[in-house]
């Protein structure tokens, strides 16, 4: 081997020694301007967890023991309370794909000025408090109220329809609320789809439906999925709408978590059904990725 070769085999080694220096040195520098950020997430985020999670295997007594979780499996009331939470949560989320994908699929088909617009309504809801929302509702919804006055005037119905109140009144108010956590991402991705791939499987012989179905509708899945997670998982710790739209007839977690530190101050148990519903949101988003492999999905 000639001189210059070795001088060349020496150079690139050293280049290739200076160029892993300099990684190790950026992913240090990288670390520390991170660690702020890491510590604030550990201490604001998994500490309180910690605390909630401890305070569950304390009973009343302050005695270490397993009595608040064998009490939510025994107890009728609470597992009424988790059938009225998913029963509400899935027909939510449900009725937000059933109302959302249709929405979000004709925004893509009408012009960018027009579809700009009819986004304002959409986001309309985020500019107003959940708690004036709510009372929007309760006051079309009731007996006496908008809704019933107007199919009365109309003869559609005799007498007034049960629509507060109850599971109807706290779902209706809820997918009003959850709906534009669905459209934003299913939206964002409708508008990233190549529609010439459309008119490409059409063009090869496709009817429009199986176009749809056979292209459109698989590349639309990553944003359906993210808006169905986020509906479904806020929608599992809701509070003030099924309160106020329940009429204390409607029962959820959240709901039953407040009145056990309220009303029997009884922190242990309310500590442990809110791991035991923060355990359940984790089990539902590791589910869905089994199923639908969601990883996969996203990484397209």
Not at 41 to 55: A, G, H, N, Q
Not at 109 to 137: E, G
Not at 143 to 168: C, F, Y
Not at 244 to 263: C, D, N, P, Y
């Amino acid at each position: 081997m000639s001189v210059a070769e070795l001088n060349g085999a020496a150079q690139t080694l050293q280049n290739a020694s200076t160029l892993k220096s300099e990684e190790r040195r950026e992913s240090l520098t990288f670390l520390g301007l991170s660690m702020p950020a890491v510590l604030a997430i550990l201490i604001v985020v998994f500490l309180p967890i910690f605390w909630l999670s401890s305070l569950s295997f304390y009973n009343a007594a302050g005695e270490l023991s397993m009595e608040n979780y064998a009490r939510i499996f025994e107890s009728a009331l609470y597992r009424r309370t988790f059938v009225v939470t998913f029963q509400i949560t899935i027909a939510v989320t449900v009725i937000c794909v059933l109302l959302g994908y249709p929405l979000c699929y004709w925004l893509t088909k009408v012009p960018d000025r027009t579809a700009a617009i009819l986004m304002v309504f959409v986001l309309v809801p985020f500019w107003t408090s959940v708690l004036v929302r709510t009372y929007a509702w309760l006051v079309l919804l009731q007996r006496n109220g908008v809704i019933n006055s107007s199919l009365m005037k109309l003869g559609v119905i005799q007498e007034p329809l049960q629509l507060a109140h109850n599971l109807t009144g706290s779902i209706i108010g809820m997918v009003h609320i959850m709906l534009p956590f669905l459209v934003l991402p299913l939206y964002a991705t409708m508008r990233g789809v190549d529609t010439d791939l459309v008119r490409a499987a059409v063009g090869l012989g496709s009817s429009p439906r199986g176009a749809f179905w056979r292209v459109f509708f698989p590349m639309s899945l990553p944003g359906l999925f993210a808006g169905i997670v986020l509906v479904f998982i806020l929608s599992l710790g809701f509070f003030v709408t099924p309160a106020l739209l329940g009429g204390g007839k409607v029962q959820m977690l959240a709901q039953r978590i407040e009145s056990t530190i309220t009303v029997y101050s009884n922190w242990g148990a309310a500590s442990a059904l809110g791991v035991v519903l923060l355990l359940l949101a984790l089990a539902m988003i590791w589910l869905m990725n089994r199923v639908f492999g969601l990883d996969k999905l996203f990484m397209r």
